[in-house]
């Protein structure tokens, strides 16, 4: 009977992350077609190519060393040294490759993986139509697999010191993912500086509208879907039968949250959900119907419940993803005016604050719930999501992504060329095949118009 059960839970376990994992890799899909929706036709290649160079650069730097970061940094260095449960997940360990006796660990780094990506694509974002692309993809590396596996460890680890001493709790990324990656993205894009003709001279902002709104609409939708998968990934999924005399008795659950406090899928679909659709609403009133907002609404909405919502009430999240909309909203225009900074498709706001305000909230809503299951750690509380917003957002987000782009300005490679933004990334890095079309065109025009003269 023990055999059964423990290959029940191996073959659950592994297909569990396995499908979640490709429910993710729709995350990328969308965020690829949502910036070429949100870029002009002329970068639409550089835009893709950027984007999916993201995915071997991040796989095999996590795979060398991200991931053994998650392992052994949950107390380095404040607390202690580096875990023993590190060197299990170097690359030449025996877990890191086809070994029967473990049939887990490969979808496990799978899915912390798409994280990785998601928190390299949210920097990508916004920073389109003016960035280089080998500028971007050494912040795809840094965020991807240095920065964000660092706050993994100390705050999404259940052994983490900001979990057992702060009483830090983010069950669903609000702060380790979403806050870090719009500090990230903040840092650069200040650096960066906005798109030509972004401000007008008098200094207000201008609206640059989407290229395609259907594929942003259909990119958001995925993104949508992908978060879902997402949403699953971060639950550990656990059969914990209570066994006597042949029979299952005693409790059972299903899953549990990333701090391993028991949980179901049931929870968090009510959650998702609702947190969802008090986003949607939420952006549509507060920005009169504006169709990027509305659906970029939803987004910012879930996120700002993430939180907390392995422990939120569905109206709970409900209302707290409304109330995360409406303050991102007016600090995304505000920040925008004030500092005449260029976030092309809102991903500073709607990941990056709305990360931050969710922490806050959480901090108040589950004031005095435990942060883990375990003994002596610290209770939630309003200061220790404060400081791990902090945290997340400013000293592991905004200043390594301000840092490195102001070394890669001063080097000249971070910004394209004044003359390649207005002709086109695409033509200037790709060369593609409508632009050289059009080139030959316009030299035939000119040679026929300059050699072959009219008839008598």
Not at 186 to 209: E, Q
Not at 309 to 337: C, F, S, T
């Amino acid at each position: 009977m023990d055999g059964n059960l423990n290959a029940i839970t191996t073959v659950f376990t592994e297909f569990y992350y396995w499908v979640t994992v490709v429910f993710m890799f729709l995350i990328h899909v969308g965020f690829c077609m949502y910036e070429v929706g949100a870029s002009r036709r002329r970068n639409h290649m550089h835009t893709l190519m950027k984007n999916v160079m993201v995915i071997p650069l991040v796989t095999v730097t996590f795979f060398f060393f991200g991931w053994w970061i998650y392992w052994a940094f949950p107390m380095f260095p404040f607390f202690g040294g580096l875990d023993a449960a590190g060197n299990a997940n170097t690359p030449w360990s025996d877990t890191m490759g086809t070994n029967l006796s473990d049939r887990i660990t490969g979808v496990f780094w799978a899915a912390f993986l798409l994280f990785s990506w998601t928190a390299a694509s949210i920097v990508s974002g916004s920073v389109i139509e003016r960035i280089r692309s080998s500028a971007l993809w050494v912040h795809a590396v840094m965020i991807g697999s240095v920065w964000w596996i660092i706050d993994a460890a100390w705050g999404w680890h259940y052994g983490g010191w900001m979990v057992k001493y702060l009483g830090y709790h983010d069950a669903y990324a609000s702060g380790v993912i979403h806050a870090i990656a719009g500090g990230y993205a903040l840092g650069v894009i200040m650096v960066l500086g906005p798109r030509i003709g972004k401000f007008s001279k008098n200094g207000t902002p201008r609206d640059i509208p989407p290229h395609n709104p259907w594929m942003l609409t259909i990119g958001i939708f995925l993104i949508y879907t992908g978060f879902w998968g997402f949403y699953a990934a971060c639950n550990v999924p656990v059969i914990s039968p209570e066994v006597i005399g042949g029979q299952i008795t005693g409790t059972t659950w299903t899953a549990t949250n990333i701090y391993l406090a028991p949980t179901s899928l049931s929870a968090i679909t009510f959650n998702f959900l609702m947190s969802l659709s008090g986003g949607l609403m939420a952006a549509y009133v507060v920005s009169r119907g504006d169709a990027f907002w509305t659906f970029s609404g939803g987004l910012a909405g879930v996120i700002t419940a993430s939180a907390g919502n392995d422990l939120y009430h569905p109206i709970q999240a409900m209302l707290i993803a409304a109330v995360g909309v409406v303050i991102v909203y007016k600090m995304h225009y505000w920040v925008e005016r004030r500092f005449k900074l260029d976030d092309a498709v809102g991903a500073v706001a709607v990941h990056g604050y709305s990360g931050v305000v969710g922490l806050i909230i959480a901090g108040f809503m589950l004031w005095g719930a435990p942060s883990s299951p375990f003994e002596g750690y610290a209770a939630i509380n309003p200061l220790g999501q404060t400081i791990g917003a902090v945290i997340m957002f400013f000293v592991l987000g905004f200043l390594p992504g301000w840092g490195l782009a102001k070394i890669q300005a001063a080097a000249g490679v971070l910004r394209i060329p004044e003359e390649v933004e207005l002709q086109g990334l695409d033509y200037a890095e790709h060369h593609s095949y409508e632009d050289a079309k059009s080139e030959i065109i316009e030299a035939d025009k000119r040679y026929l118009a300059n050699n072959i003269k009219p008839a008598k």
